[in-house]
């Protein structure tokens, strides 16, 4: 079976700013590759306007899970920065044939997005000028990589088979504490 792409998205982030910056992210993900009729809204942050989706349920899987990725950010004292993911995988419906005459559904990811996340810890307060421009910076360029790379990368995409809200099902993944990603992905 082929790996679906893999797309690597790198910001650099204040604690303070790193939830609001990484649900941006994971919006502007999902804003992009949500093929039902959508409602679409905006956010304003660190003076810039982002695309996101009018969606309670996809804003409470976002919420929920960077929440958790802020929890696993383990901040060693006197550290100056400290790194975390969180990974949105999208799946397509297929049938698998189990016996003669039953199937059963699975999913097969066919697109992975990995955020990798440098929080800074600036201790004075032009390393927090500074550190606020790096992350609108930051922030900026991780937008114009998103919309490059659906602009660019769409021949992977399956085909809409099903009248569901919402055809192809997604995951988002936080590490916990001494997880490895491998055993995460490609499980289907």
């Known amino acids: 079976m082929n790996r679906p792409p893999e797309f690597v998205l790198d910001t650099v982030v204040e604690p303070t700013f790193a939830k609001d910056v990484v649900k941006a992210i994971l919006a502007a993900i999902f804003f992009h590759r949500l093929f039902p009729s959508i409602r679409p809204k905006t956010r304003d942050l660190l ?26 950010v383990e901040s060693t004292p006197g550290a100056s920065s400290a790194k975390t993911q969180i990974a949105v995988q999208f799946f397509e419906k297929k049938q698998k044939r189990k016996a003669w005459f039953s199937t059963k559904d699975e999913e097969v990811c066919w697109e992975q997005w990995l955020l990798d996340i440098t929080l800074l810890y600036p201790r004075t307060e032009s390393q927090r000028t500074q550190a606020r421009k790096d992350m609108e910076s930051a922030l900026q360029l991780t937008i114009l990589k998103i919309i490059d790379i659906v602009n660019n990368n769409k021949d992977h995409i399956p085909p809409i088979t099903t009248s569901d809200y919402n055809p192809f099902p997604y995951k988002i993944f936080v590490p916990q504490k001494g997880d490895n990603w491998g055993g995460r992905f490609f499980s289907t």
Do not use: K
Request: no cysteine; proline share 4%; charged share 30%.
């Open 47 to 72: 003076d810039l306007t982002l695309p996101s989706v009018d969606d309670s349920e996809l804003d409470a899987l976002i919420e929920n899970r960077t929440s958790s990725m802020i929890r696993s």
